[in-house]
C-alpha cells in the first residue's frame, strides 16, 4: 500500500504535451529504440523552466483568501503533527513520510506557515543517500520550499538517471515512470532539469502502455502513476511535441473514473484532478467530481482522517479556487410561429405571455416567428393573444438546455367583431405614410386608428355594412364600402395618392412576391374571385388592373408554397400596393434539418471551428460559425456544441413534426483568466498549395494586472488530426552542446517571444511565423491560435478560424533538356528528352504536352508526347521522354520545343536544345604585284595573302 501512494501531488499546474518527431533514437539494452530528444529541446526546456518557476509550486496566498474548507482542513492538519515532527494520523494509509512531506507542501502552498519547518525539515532531512527516489525528490520540494539548500539531494538525485533517460529507486535500479515522473517535479521545482529532460521525456513516451495509462510495472497501469506523469510533463507542452502522449493519458484518467463521479479514494481523485484541471478549459468535464471531492469533507475539516488525503484535498481545492471559469447552467429555449388562421399572414403584433414568469417582450419578425429564451426547467402555461384575435394557451414541461419548438400557433378572429387593418403606402414613392387616420363607421358607429411610422394600423369594428374611410392632409381622402361579418379580418390597403397628382381612372392592386431569401419568385398565380388572376414573372413582380370597387378576396399560391388569401377592400380609382409578400416553402419532411451559428455568449462574435453533434452526425462550424446538419430521423433528440477553450453545450430538442430548423446557439468560454485571444484572421479565406497562411490575433487584458503570454499555433484538419504546430515567433536553433553563451542567446529569444499587455490593453498581433500550405490536402483547416501564460504555462485562452486550401495543379517550373548538348559535326550521338518538374500541387495530377526536336534546317527529328501522372508528394522529378541515335551532318542549333500544354498551370518553363559547331577549313589565296619582273632590275614585290575560313565537308 505504501507503493501505492509513492506519487504523490505537489505541483497542480499540469498541462499537455506531444509525442517527439525526431528521426533518430537511442537503443536500450533489450534492443527497444526510444525516441530521441534533442538537446535543442533540453535547452529550450531548461530555459522554460526558468521563466516559469511558478508553474512548479501554487503562488502564495493570504490565510484570509482561502476558503472556509481549507481553513478547517488547514486547522485539522496542524493539530495532526506529532512531536518527531511528523504529520500523520493513524487512520494514514500512506507512510509517515509521504504524509508529512505532502502536508508541508499543501500548508505552504496556501501561504500557511502553521508548522515549525526545521521540526517538519529534520523528520524529513535524515540521510538523503538512503532515500528512494520518490521520498528524495519529496525532500528536495520541502527543502526548496523552505528556502533551505537542496545541492546535496539534487546531486544525489541526478545520479540515479539510467542510461535510459529514466530514473529507479536507486543509482543502477531499473527506471519505472514513478520514479521517473517524481525526480522531474524535484528538479523543475530547483530549475535543474534541462540537462535530464530531454532523456526521461523519451523514456516516458516508451513507458505508455495499451491503455494510455502509466504504471509501476510494464503491463499494469495506475491512475495515480499517471497522475504524476501528467503533472511532471506539463511544463514541456510547448517546447517537446508529445501531446499525443498527454492526451492518451488523459483519456486513461477519464476511463477509469467511477460511476460515482470520484475514483477509487479521495486521495486519489484529488491528485487526478490536479492533473486534469489544468489541462482542459472544459470545466463540465470535472465540476461533478470536484462537487464530490468537497461533499466528503467531514465536519473535522479533514477527508477519512487522513494526513494524506487531505493534504491532496486543500491543494486540489486551493487549485480550482485560483481559477476563475463561469459555469452557468444552460437555460431552456422556446420557438414558434404566431399566424392568421384563415389567411396565413404572420401576427407580427401578438402577444406572448408565460404565466408565473417575468418574460420580457418578445419581438415577433415578420414572418411571425417568435423564440422564448433564458426559461428555467420546470412546467409552464404559454399563452398567445392579439387584438381582435381569440387567444389561445399550451401547457409546457421544460428540461435544463431543451430545445422546445412549439410549431405552428393559429390564432382566430373573436366571432363577435371584424379584424381591419392594412398598410399605407405612398402611390408614388412607395414609402409607408404615417399619422393618416382610417375610420370604420357602422350604422353610424365610428371607430379609427393612426397609421404608425411603418404605415400600419389595425382596428376592430361592428358587424355590418361599413364605410371605411382614409384621410390625411397631404393627400387624396380615400372611401370604400364593405359588409363585415362575424369572425372574418380585413385587409384595408390602399395606396394614398399626394395631392398635387390626379387620381387614376380605375382601381389597381400591386404587389412584389419574395420567397425566404428575399429572391423575387417567379410563377406565382395572384387571383381576385371573379376578376381574374396573373402570374409573376423573373422578377416577381404583379399587378391587377381595371378592377371595381369593393370587396375581394386575394389568393396568392405556388406548387411547393404555402398559400396566402386575404380579403381586401378596393377603393374606388386606388392603387393598392401589396409591397413585399413572402411565400414559405410546404414542405412536408421525412427528417428535420437544422442550422444556425455559434456564437460567443460574451461578445456575439462567431465561433469557428466549433464540433456540432446530433447522435451519430456531426459537423465543424466554418469561419464565420455556421454549421448544418440534415437527414435527423427523430423528432426528440440533443444537439451537442463542443468548441475548444469553451464550455461543453448541449440542448435537447423537442419538435411536433420535422422541419428545418434554423437555431443559433451562444456558448460561454471556460477563461482560466489571463491574456485573452479576443480574435483571428488571415490574409485570406482561402488559398493555394505552398502558399503562406499569414495570421494576426487580436489579444486583450481584461485584468487589473501587467500579464504576459507566449502565443502558439495549431493547425487541424476538419477530422481533428493536428496537421501543424509551431511558436508564434521565430526561435533559433540551438547548438547540440550545452553552451552558455547559447543559452543566453536563447534566452533572449524566449524573453522576446512574450507579449506583455497592462491592464486594460488591447493589441493586434501579426505572428512572426506563418504555416506553409506546401503540399496538404484540399479542405478547410481549423487554425488555432493559444495564449500561454508566460508565468504558469496554462492554457488560458485560445481562438481559432477556418481556411480553405483549394484543389492546386501546378509546376513551378517545366524544364526541358536534351543529353548532350554539344556534338562535333559529322558525328554519331544519342540523344536523350528529359523533362524536370518541380511540382507544387497537393492532388494527383497528369501533365500532358507536346514537344520536337528540329534540326538547323528545320526537318522533325524527334515528335513525341509526354504524359506524366505526379502525385503530391512527388516535389522534384526528372523524367526521360525520348532517345534518338543520330548523325549530326548540319551545324547550328537543334532546337527542342514544347507546345500544347494541358492538365496544370506552369509559372516558368524552358527548352533545351543540342549545338553543334561547324567544322573550318582555311581557303587561303596569295596575290604578287607586280606579278612580271625585268632580270636584273631594282624592283619592289609586294605580296598579299588572303585567309577565308569556310564550311568544311
Do not use: C
Amino acid at each position: 500500500m505504501q507503493k501505492e501512494f509513492a506519487a504523490l501531488s505537489f505541483g497542480f499546474l499540469s498541462t499537455l504535451i506531444t509525442k517527439t518527431q525526431g528521426r533518430g533514437g537511442i537503443m536500450s539494452e533489450h534492443g527497444r529504440r526510444f525516441p530521441a530528444f534533442s538537446v535543442k529541446a533540453v535547452l529550450i526546456v531548461f530555459l522554460l523552466a526558468i521563466f516559469n518557476a511558478s508553474a512548479h509550486e501554487s503562488a502564495p496566498h493570504q490565510a484570509s483568501e482561502n476558503s472556509e474548507a481549507i481553513n478547517q482542513a488547514l486547522q485539522w492538519l496542524e493539530a495532526s503533527r506529532l512531536e518527531s515532527g511528523a504529520i500523520v494520523t493513524a487512520s494514514d494509509e500512506a507512510s509517515a513520510f509521504q504524509a508529512t512531506a505532502e502536508a508541508f507542501h499543501a500548508a505552504i502552498s496556501v501561504g500557511r506557515d502553521i508548522f515549525e519547518s526545521s521540526d517538519v525539515l529534520a523528520f524529513l532531512d535524515s540521510a538523503p543517500a538512503a532515500l528512494p527516489t520518490e521520498n528524495l525528490s519529496r525532500l528536495i520540494i520541502a527543502l526548496q520550499s523552505a528556502e533551505r539548500s537542496t545541492t546535496r539531494a539534487v546531486e544525489e538525485l541526478l545520479i540515479r538517471q539510467g542510461q535510459d533517460g529514466g530514473f529507479g529507486d536507486y543509482p543502477g535500479y531499473d527506471s519505472t515512470p514513478l520514479d521517473t515522473a517524481f525526480a522531474l517535479l524535484a528538479l523543475q521545482k530547483v530549475q535543474r532539469d534541462a540537462a535530464v529532460a530531454g532523456r526521461a521525456l523519451s523514456y516516458l513516451s516508451s513507458a505508455q502502455l495499451t491503455t494510455g495509462g502509466f504504471g509501476y510495472y510494464a503491463d499494469q497501469s495506475s491512475g495515480m502513476v499517471t497522475a504524476l506523469v501528467v503533472k511532471a510533463l506539463k511544463p514541456y507542452l510547448y517546447t517537446f511535441n508529445i501531446s499525443s502522449v498527454l492526451s492518451r493519458a488523459a483519456d486513461f484518467l477519464y476511463a477509469i473514473q467511477e460511476e460515482s463521479n470520484r475514483w477509487s479514494s479521495d486521495w486519489e481523485s484529488a491528485l487526478i484532478l490536479q492533473a486534469l484541471i489544468p489541462i482542459t478549459t472544459d470545466v463540465s468535464r470535472y465540476q461533478e467530481s470536484v462537487a464530490v471531492l468537497e461533499s466528503n469533507q467531514r465536519a473535522t475539516g479533514s477527508w477519512v482522517d487522513q494526513v494524506y488525503s487531505t493534504a491532496l484535498a486543500i491543494s486540489t481545492l486551493d487549485l480550482l479556487a485560483n481559477l476563475e471559469v463561469p459555469a452557468d447552467p444552460e437555460k431552456a429555449v422556446v420557438r414558434g410561429r404566431l399566424i392568421d388562421a384563415v389567411g396565413g399572414s404572420a401576427l407580427t403584433n401578438a402577444r406572448i405571455d408565460v404565466r408565473d414568469f417575468d418574460l420580457e417582450a418578445v419581438s415577433i419578425d415578420s414572418s411571425g416567428q417568435f423564440v422564448l429564451s433564458n426559461l428555467d426547467p420546470g412546467a409552464y402555461i404559454v399563452s398567445y393573444s392579439a387584438p381582435g384575435y381569440l387567444s389561445a394557451s399550451q401547457n409546457l414541461n421544460l428540461q435544463k438546455g431543451q430545445f422546445a419548438d412549439v410549431g405552428t400557433i393559429r390564432l382566430t378572429v373573436a366571432p363577435t367583431a371584424s379584424l381591419v387593418s392594412g398598410v399605407l403606402t405612398d402611390t408614388t414613392t412607395g414609402e409607408p405614410v404615417a399619422g393618416a387616420i382610417v375610420s370604420v363607421i357602422v350604422s353610424g358607429t365610428s371607430a379609427s386608428a393612426i397609421s404608425n411610422t411603418n404605415g400600419e394600423y389595425q382596428l376592430l369594428a361592428e358587424l355590418g355594412d361599413a364605410v371605411l374611410t382614409v384621410t390625411s392632409d397631404d393627400y387624396h381622402a380615400i372611401s370604400a364600402t364593405v359588409t363585415l361579418t362575424a369572425g372574418t379580418a380585413v385587409n384595408f390597403s390602399p395606396g394614398l395618392l399626394p395631392i398635387a397628382e390626379s387620381q387614376p381612372a380605375n382601381a389597381s392592386i400591386s404587389g412584389l412576391i419574395l420567397d425566404e431569401s428575399n429572391q423575387p419568385l417567379e410563377g406565382v398565380s395572384v387571383s381576385l374571385a371573379g376578376a381574374g388572376s396573373v402570374v409573376t414573372e423573373s422578377d416577381g413582380y404583379f399587378v391587377l388592373e381595371n378592377l371595381s370597387a369593393g370587396e375581394v378576396r386575394i389568393e396568392i399560391a405556388k406548387t411547393g408554397y404555402e398559400t396566402l388569401s386575404s380579403t381586401l377592400i378596393l377603393p374606388e380609382k386606388t392603387r393598392v400596393n401589396l409591397g413585399e409578400v413572402t411565400l414559405r416553402e410546404q414542405v412536408v419532411l421525412p427528417a428535420t434539418s437544422i442550422s444556425g451559428q455559434v456564437m460567443d455568449l460574451s461578445t456575439g462574435a462567431p465561433v469557428a471551428g466549433a464540433s456540432v453533434t446530433v447522435g451519430s452526425a456531426s459537423t465543424t462550424t466554418d469561419s464565420n460559425g455556421f454549421y448544418s446538419l440534415r437527414d435527423i430521423p427523430v423528432l426528440e433528440f440533443t444537439l451537442q456544441v463542443n468548441a475548444s477553450g469553451y464550455l461543453f453545450t448541449n440542448k435537447d430538442i423537442s419538435l411536433t413534426e420535422h422541419s428545418q430548423l434554423s437555431l443559433n446557439i451562444n456558448i460561454r468560454k471556460a477563461d482560466l483568466g489571463g491574456v485573452e485571444v479576443a480574435a483571428v484572421t488571415s490574409n485570406a479565406f482561402s488559398y493555394g498549395a505552398y502558399e503562406p497562411v499569414l495570421i494576426r490575433a487580436s489579444l486583450e487584458n481584461n485584468t487589473a494586472l501587467t500579464l504576459g503570454a507566449r502565443l502558439y499555433v495549431k493547425v487541424k484538419n476538419v477530422a481533428g488530426e493536428e496537421v501543424a504546430s509551431f511558436p508564434a515567433r521565430y526561435l533559433p536553433p540551438l547548438e547540440s552542446a550545452l553552451d552558455e553563451e547559447e543559452l543566453v542567446h536563447y534566452q533572449q529569444h524566449l524573453e522576446e517571444s512574450v507579449e506583455h499587455l497592462t491592464p486594460g490593453e488591447q493589441r493586434d498581433v501579426q505572428l512572426e511565423q506563418w504555416w506553409n500550405t506546401e503540399n496538404t490536402a484540399p479542405g478547410d483547416y481549423v487554425v488555432t491560435v493559444q495564449a500561454v501564460d508566460a508565468a504558469t504555462s496554462n492554457l488560458v485562452s485560445e481562438k481559432s478560424l477556418v481556411v480553405t486550401v483549394e484543389d492546386t495543379r501546378e509546376l513551378a517550373a517545366l524544364r526541358l533538356a536534351a543529353i548532350p548538348g554539344y556534338v562535333l559535326l559529322n558525328r554519331d550521338a544519342e540523344v536523350v528528352v528529359s523533362a524536370e518538374l518541380l511540382n507544387r500541387s497537393n492532388v494527383s495530377s497528369v501533365l500532358a504536352f507536346d514537344y520536337q526536336l528540329i534540326d538547323p534546317r528545320g526537318q522533325v527529328l524527334i515528335d513525341g508526347q509526354g504524359n506524366i501522372a505526379l502525385s503530391p508528394d512527388q516535389t522534384n522529378l526528372i523524367v526521360e521522354l525520348d532517345r534518338l541515335l543520330h548523325q549530326f551532318t548540319a551545324s547550328g542549333d537543334y532546337a527542342l520545343q514544347l507546345s500544347n500544354i494541358s492538365g496544370m498551370d506552369i509559372v516558368e518553363s524552358s527548352e533545351g536544345n543540342v549545338f553543334v559547331p561547324p567544322s573550318i577549313r582555311l581557303d587561303i589565296q596569295q596575290l604578287l604585284t607586280p606579278n612580271e619582273v625585268v632580270p636584273l632590275e631594282g624592283v619592289g614585290v609586294t605580296s598579299n595573302i588572303q585567309i577565308k575560313g569556310v564550311d568544311g565537308e
